[in-house]
């Protein structure tokens, strides 16, 4: 018989639905409860508020990214295919999780201050394990430049949940470009 997902999961997946259809401000512990088909009270037998709902969704996925880029890195010592395997997490990452991402994109700015300050450590240890790949693949790259092409792969890879139907052909176009921009030539 397999297991029905815990109440806790089912709510942060419908709140990130209707963050991002709704925005942060649109959506109340009401809505969120009756998408979860339980009452709006219940909701905070979990959560103590809204801001705790977003903050754990916004801070749960920063951590999944962080440990998984950290993964793939550990695990593929050739930074060829360290860089490769990292665009394939970014990009399984981005196509399954478009809500979320539309949701940093939007009310990141609504956490409260120490939980947005751990998003952000956590977003910049994730840039890291990407910059550090790119110059250990390009010792002359410097981590500046690596660091800019990691975010604008980002930007790349992160934009397509908003308009993308095919997953199979979009998941194969944004890794191919995403690699050629990780590896165009220098700017001279």
Not at 67 to 95: I, K
Request: hydrophobic share 45%; proline share 6%; charged share 25%.
């Amino acid at each position: 018989m397999p297991v029905a997902p815990r109440t806790r999961d089912v709510m942060l997946r419908e709140a990130a639905r209707l963050f991002a259809e709704r925005g942060f401000r649109g959506t109340s512990v009401g809505d969120i409860g009756a998408a979860c088909g339980i009452s709006g009270p219940a909701v905070y037998k979990h959560f103590p508020n809204k801001d705790a709902i977003l903050s754990r969704l916004l801070v749960d996925i920063s951590e999944q990214l962080v440990d998984g880029g950290r993964s793939v890195v550990q695990g593929t010592p050739d930074p060829e295919q360290a860089l490769t395997a990292l665009v394939d997490f970014h990009a399984d990452f981005a196509l399954a999780e478009p809500d979320v991402i539309r949701v940093q994109d939007r009310d990141l700015a609504s956490l409260p201050d120490a939980d947005r300050a751990v998003v952000r450590r956590l977003q910049r240890s994730y840039v890291e394990a990407w910059t550090d790949v790119l110059c250990r693949l390009e010792p002359d790259l410097g981590a500046e430049v690596a660091r800019v092409r990691a975010h604008a792969v980002f930007g790349l890879l992160n934009s397509t949940p908003h308009s993308a139907r095919g997953r199979a052909v979009a998941r194969r176009q944004l890794t191919a470009m995403a690699l050629r921009a990780l590896r165009s030539p220098p700017d001279r």
